[in-house]
């Protein structure tokens, strides 16, 4: 304080220790799951054929997606660094025990289908807690820069974890992918153990023997009755729909009709991602987003275009400048959605509310994994494109029809901006 009395300004989210300490678990913890996933994919197929990768990646992707809201009510109930340290921790046991097993035995579904569950289950509760966390270490005007950081993060993790897994995989094998992957999370979870929570004031104890299913039920009454969250996550649901992996499947599809190749699709999803990484850059250093609401809004206006003309695209160079702008508007919409809910939100909802936005970040994408198949097979790729663009058409018009949310600002003050007391634990 100074000594008038007004509060001295905290240091920029790239200069904070502590978040500088979360990001970096973070990165660690991305990086492990990228290196985890493809090394249970590598020993599917080598173990049992091409066919059975998918029951065993749909063994861990089935418990995340089906307990991710319960493991919101963890992560509020115990708290976010407790639940996230805790998961860490298990995670790493749980993927060193099954680098053990595979360097000691031949490993089969019996061994990876079991794996894949137990990391599921607890990526369910992992997940919802470290994404709850940012606004605990960081002052609410930080926050678009926190989470512009961490999608510089998920780029970077996304980049090295392909090459760092490929790399321990030709030298090492299963077991030594395996290994590293363990090996990252026990770093995210050595870095998580040095982040400083500062405790909240208490409010009224609460009632402690309420049921899980109850608190469930009061997060979900809480998003449901928050007038700019209700808009908020319903945008967040319809604008990841897309983006969260079918884009993807479909730029395979489109390279493959257009004859570009593998090539020509590296080159557009490499410019995608660039393009996501300059808006996660752009907000990192930014000190301010001017109407974010608006700026939400206008994003998704133009990611609709964009997909749209990506998809009806006829040469290469053009598809690849589309992609790019798809990339830099869908980062944009993603890092200020992501910093507005973390700002709207009660801490004791946190970590309910993340484990909602989770899920309709990556729930709702598998939907739309095999219509991509089917409509690029019937109608072309241009049509599934449009249809993309389309639906966040369709959230970009939710997003301006909904007063709060085209009003929304990202400030430091303001009663919805100031995290309320909570007597959850850190």
Request: aromatic letters at 6%; one cysteine or more.
């Amino acid at each position: 304080m100074t000594p008038q009395g007004v509060p001295v300004p905290g240091p920029p989210a790239y200069r904070d220790a502590d978040v500088l300490r979360w990001l970096a678990a973070y990165t660690a913890s991305v990086t492990g799951d990228v290196v985890y996933f493809l090394a249970l994919s590598w020993s599917a197929a080598r173990v049992a054929g091409p066919s059975q990768v998918g029951l065993v990646i749909a063994a861990g992707a089935l418990p995340r997606a089906v307990l991710m809201l319960g493991g919101g009510v963890v992560a509020d109930r115990f708290g976010p660094r407790r639940v996230a340290v805790a998961s860490d921790a298990t995670r790493s046991v749980v993927i060193l025990a099954a680098a053990a097993a595979v360097l000691l035995i031949s490993p089969g579904l019996w061994l990876l289908v079991p794996v894949a569950l137990v990391f599921g289950v607890v990526d369910a509760v992992f997940m919802p807690a470290v994404g709850a966390l940012p606004p605990r270490i960081a002052a609410p005007e930080q926050l678009a820069r926190v989470q512009g950081m961490r999608g510089l993060s998920i780029r970077l993790s996304n980049a090295a974890g392909p090459l760092l897994a490929g790399v321990v995989l030709a030298v090492g094998g299963a077991a030594g992918a395996f290994a590293a992957a363990g090996a990252l999370f026990a770093l995210s979870l050595a870095l998580l153990l040095t982040v400083r929570v500062p405790p909240l004031p208490s409010l009224p104890s609460t009632d402690d023997r309420a049921s899980a299913v109850g608190e469930l039920r009061d997060g979900l009454r809480y998003v449901r009755r928050h007038r700019m969250l209700a808009p908020l996550v319903t945008v967040i649901g319809l604008s990841e729909m897309c983006f969260s992996g079918p884009v993807a499947a479909g730029l395979v599809l489109l390279a493959d009709e257009r004859g570009w190749g593998a090539a020509g699709m590296g080159w557009i999803a490499s410019a995608f991602s660039v393009g996501a990484a300059a808006a996660a850059l752009l907000l990192t250093v930014g000190s301010r987003v001017p109407r974010a609401g608006m700026t939400v809004c206008g994003a998704l206006f133009v990611t609709a275009a964009g997909t749209v003309a990506l998809g009806h695209a006829r040469s290469l160079p053009l598809a690849v400048a589309f992609g790019a702008l798809v990339g830099l508007t869908s980062g944009v919409t993603a890092t200020v959605t992501g910093a507005l809910v973390q700002t709207e939100t009660d801490p004791r909802y946190l970590g309910r509310v993340t484990s909602v936005t989770t899920l309709c970040a990556l729930g709702l994408a598998p939907v739309l994994f095999p219509v991509a198949g089917v409509t690029v097979d019937v109608w072309g790729a241009a049509m599934f494109f449009t249809v993309c663009g389309g639906i966040c058409l369709l959230a970009a018009v939710f997003g301006v029809a909904a007063p709060a949310l085209r009003r929304a600002e990202l400030r430091g003050d303001g009663a919805e901006s100031t995290p309320a007391p909570s007597s959850s634990p850190a």
